[in-house]
């Protein structure tokens, strides 16, 4: 029996699809495991000096940033994770005199990473310890993960097409971690704003910073119930949504509420890799009128999917809203009724007793 090659990429689809609906729709809560580590980016401490970029591509072997430490020009625009940088730091200005804040993004390191939960060969996994780890062996470049990952923190190496990778920070775990040191970005932080420890403990050192500076903090640590928790935990002055992180998230884990966005994931991912591939390959000639028509052709994909990943999770926002009204209703239902039970047993407990007084009489 023979099939088309448009019957085996529709089939294909078709299964890819299946099965991470499948996988999100069995997906049971995961508390987490006991004395994992994580890590802590208070941002009223960072000054964007950006030495944990450097720190972070030294134990990688990757080339040092283009600008040097205390450089400003990478500022100048909002910059994702790329292939040559596992993680960034963002600055963020600030209305009137108030001073700039500065973010480090780079992977989230999800308590129940939707990476590893859509991911059909199981490239990802997430340690005892704390961090997420990619197996490059197992990855077939379908980016299925890049296009669920809600924080953006996950990027392609396109140099290679024989050996696609998908790249991000690790929590330099085996470089260091399993060698009993912290991690190169915690090492390197001349401020302290980025702190390394049990994920416990993180937790109430930054309740503990937000009880005793209380005008300094938002009361909020980013990261600790957002959708099921992350290792990575953020402290801030401002609105997180001003750092570009996402605002009033479920705490429902994201493989639980995302059913229906991750069940197109397969398909949007198999439609890019053959697009980009050309893109990157065209973006090598020296036409300046091509790299930028293909560039803003790249930016414009990239704003759809963006697009499409925020329509989604307002949705899921809504429906956990919907469900926290639901679950009030039922409670105050369910204590209106106790209540009025407790009444009409009093009331008849009154009646009986009125009538063994009237027999005593």
Same mark, same amino acid.
């Given at each position: 029996m023979s099939i088309s090659r448009r019957g085996f990429i529709k089939g294909a689809l078709a299964g890819t699809v299946a099965a991470g609906t499948a996988r999100a729709g069995a997906h049971k809560r995961f508390e987490g495991y006991d004395d994992r580590v994580g890590m802590l980016h208070d941002t009223t401490l960072c000054v964007g000096c950006r030495s944990c970029e450097f720190a972070c591509n030294r134990v990688h072997d990757l080339q040092p940033p283009a600008d040097p430490v205390g450089s400003t020009r990478p500022f100048e625009q909002k910059r994702r994770t790329t292939q040559d940088l596992y993680t960034v730091v963002n600055r963020y200005e600030q209305p009137g005199d108030k001073p700039a804040v500065f973010r480090k993004h780079q992977c989230m390191h999800c308590n129940e990473p939707c990476c590893a939960s859509v991911c059909f060969v199981?490239?990802?996994?997430?340690?005892?310890?704390?961090? $997420?780890?990619?197996h490059p062996e197992l990855c077939v470049g379908c980016r299925y993960c890049v296009f669920a990952c809600p924080y953006n923190a996950l990027a392609y190496e396109y140099e290679d097409p024989a050996t696609p990778?998908? $790249?991000?920070?690790?929590?330099?775990y085996e470089q260091r971690i399993k060698q009993e040191q912290i991690p190169a970005c915690a090492e390197a932080c001349p401020t302290g704003a980025i702190v390394f420890g049990k994920r416990a403990d993180l937790i109430k050192l930054a309740h503990d910073r937000m009880r005793k500076y209380p005008g300094r903090y938002l009361h909020h640590v980013f990261g600790e119930n957002e959708y099921g928790g992350t290792s990575w935990l953020t402290l801030a002055g401002v609105k997180f949504g001003e750092l570009d992180l996402p605002e009033n998230l479920p705490y429902e884990p994201l493989p639980n509420t995302t059913t229906s966005f991750l069940s197109l994931a397969p398909l949007v991912a198999a439609m890019f890799p053959g697009l980009l591939a050309g893109v990157y390959a065209f973006s090598k000639r020296k036409d300046k009128d091509s790299e930028k028509a293909l560039e803003a052709g790249i930016a414009q994909a990239r704003e759809e999917v963006d697009a499409q990943r925020t329509r989604q999770i307002d949705e899921i926002k809504a429906k956990a809203e919907k469900d926290k009204e639901r679950a009030v209703e039922r409670a105050v239902n369910k204590a209106l009724k106790e209540a009025e039970e407790a009444r009409a047993a009093a009331e008849s407990g009154e009646k009986k007793d009125g009538e063994k007084k009237e027999d005593a009489s």
């Amino acid at each position: 029996m023979s099939i088309s090659r448009r019957g085996f990429i529709k089939g294909a689809l078709a299964g890819t699809v299946a099965a991470g609906t499948a996988r999100a729709g069995a997906h049971k809560r995961f508390e987490g495991y006991d004395d994992r580590v994580g890590m802590l980016h208070d941002t009223t401490l960072c000054v964007g000096c950006r030495s944990c970029e450097f720190a972070c591509n030294r134990v990688h072997d990757l080339q040092p940033p283009a600008d040097p430490v205390g450089s400003t020009r990478p500022f100048e625009q909002k910059r994702r994770t790329t292939q040559d940088l596992y993680t960034v730091v963002n600055r963020y200005e600030q209305p009137g005199d108030k001073p700039a804040v500065f973010r480090k993004h780079q992977c989230m390191h999800c308590n129940e990473p939707c990476c590893a939960s859509v991911c059909f060969v199981k490239a990802f996994d997430k340690t005892p310890e704390g961090p $997420v780890l990619y197996h490059p062996e197992l990855c077939v470049g379908c980016r299925y993960c890049v296009f669920a990952c809600p924080y953006n923190a996950l990027a392609y190496e396109y140099e290679d097409p024989a050996t696609p990778r998908v $790249v991000r920070c690790d929590m330099c775990y085996e470089q260091r971690i399993k060698q009993e040191q912290i991690p190169a970005c915690a090492e390197a932080c001349p401020t302290g704003a980025i702190v390394f420890g049990k994920r416990a403990d993180l937790i109430k050192l930054a309740h503990d910073r937000m009880r005793k500076y209380p005008g300094r903090y938002l009361h909020h640590v980013f990261g600790e119930n957002e959708y099921g928790g992350t290792s990575w935990l953020t402290l801030a002055g401002v609105k997180f949504g001003e750092l570009d992180l996402p605002e009033n998230l479920p705490y429902e884990p994201l493989p639980n509420t995302t059913t229906s966005f991750l069940s197109l994931a397969p398909l949007v991912a198999a439609m890019f890799p053959g697009l980009l591939a050309g893109v990157y390959a065209f973006s090598k000639r020296k036409d300046k009128d091509s790299e930028k028509a293909l560039e803003a052709g790249i930016a414009q994909a990239r704003e759809e999917v963006d697009a499409q990943r925020t329509r989604q999770i307002d949705e899921i926002k809504a429906k956990a809203e919907k469900d926290k009204e639901r679950a009030v209703e039922r409670a105050v239902n369910k204590a209106l009724k106790e209540a009025e039970e407790a009444r009409a047993a009093a009331e008849s407990g009154e009646k009986k007793d009125g009538e063994k007084k009237e027999d005593a009489s």
